[in-house]
């Protein structure tokens, strides 16, 4: 809902206005500016909404709504109460992406399908009209009339396409930039130690990608600031804590609970128990 609409100064002397009553005129731009209208021009508008807002009764209001569905500027559906402003996108184009956007969603919201097949011939006058872009990075602007064609058709909205194909690049970069531990550096050796806890516990634990745990790892010694004995401690700790032991079963658990998982250690444990300087790990594989 928009907080306000803007109407042409040349409502007044439009000749179809010029013929029209004192209450055709002021119903007219009651039906293009209540606060029920959208951006699509098609809205729902129940009759006791508009005798509230008008103050025009029942029988003034189902003859107003026929006088202009006589004159093809509107369509009213009773079964779901909308109303279809015939020349709403003549006046209001959709010439750029966020008009697009907003339109497009509303389109999902239309309850009386027929309004959305009359709205596609309509579209169809201004196929070639309304060209832009989603974002900048595109070479080619998309026809906005069209796109919203295949909308109505139930084809998915372009720009979700543009997103998935984007997601599945992030996919694609993640893949191609898999880390590469090395299986005697630190952090591979501490997610196996990790890994092996858990597997004496579960037989059945599903081996897990280890390079990906040792890419928490090095973010928790590298970004965190934790040196690698600390973290081989709390791994051994947390592991034969009963509560923990089934709470942290990968390092990225492990990275997110490190401070409250040290610091409880810590309070439990004689301090001689925590290593405070780095020193080579010992883990057989």
């Known amino acids: 809902m928009a907080v306000y609409r ?8 439009d000749s179809f206005m010029l013929e029209r ?10 039906l293009l500016t209540n606060s029920k209208t959208t951006q699509l021009g098609i809205y729902e508008l129940p009759k006791k909404i508009i005798e509230l807002e008008t103050g025009y009764n029942h029988d003034t209001i189902e003859k107003l709504i026929s ?10 559906s009773k079964r779901t109460n909308e109303v279809f402003l015939m020349n709403w996108i003549k006046h209001n184009p959709i010439n750029n992406v966020n008009i697009f956007k907003c339109v497009s969603k509303e389109i999902t919201e239309v309850k009386e399908k027929d309004f959305l097949g ?32 295949g909308l109505i058709r139930g084809l998915d909205a372009p720009w979700k396409k543009k997103e998935e ?4 690049e992030k996919e694609e970069e993640e893949e191609e930039e898999e880390p590469n531990f090395h299986l005697n550096s630190n952090e591979f050796k501490l997610s196996f130690l990790l890994f ?16 990906k745990w040792s890419e928490q790892l090095d973010k928790l010694h590298r970004v965190d600031k934790r040196e690698f004995p600390e973290i081989e401690s709390v791994i051994n700790w947390c ?19 490190f401070s409250k998982l040290y610091l409880q250690m810590k309070s439990e444990k004689p301090k001689d128990d925590i290593s405070e300087t780095a020193k080579p790990l010992k883990q057989n594989f």
Do not use: M
């Open 6 to 13: 803007t109407v042409h100064i040349s409502y007044w002397q």
């Open 239 to 257: 592991q034969n804590n009963e509560f923990w032991q089934n709470n942290i079963l990968s390092t990225d658990k492990l990275r997110k609970q």
């Open 67 to 76: 006088k202009f569905e006589e004159y093809k500027k509107i369509q009213y």
């Open 118 to 149: 009359e709205l596609c011939s309509i579209l169809d006058g201004y196929t070639g009209q309304w060209l832009g872009k989603l974002d900048k990075n595109e070479r080619e602007p998309i026809d906005f009339a069209e796109a919203l064609k």
């Open 196 to 211: 092996r806890k858990i597997k004496e516990r579960d037989s059945n634990y599903k081996e897990p990608n280890l390079q």
């Open 165 to 168: 194909e984007k997601e599945k």
């Open 21 to 30: 009553t004192p209450e055709e005129k002021f119903f007219y731009i009651y």
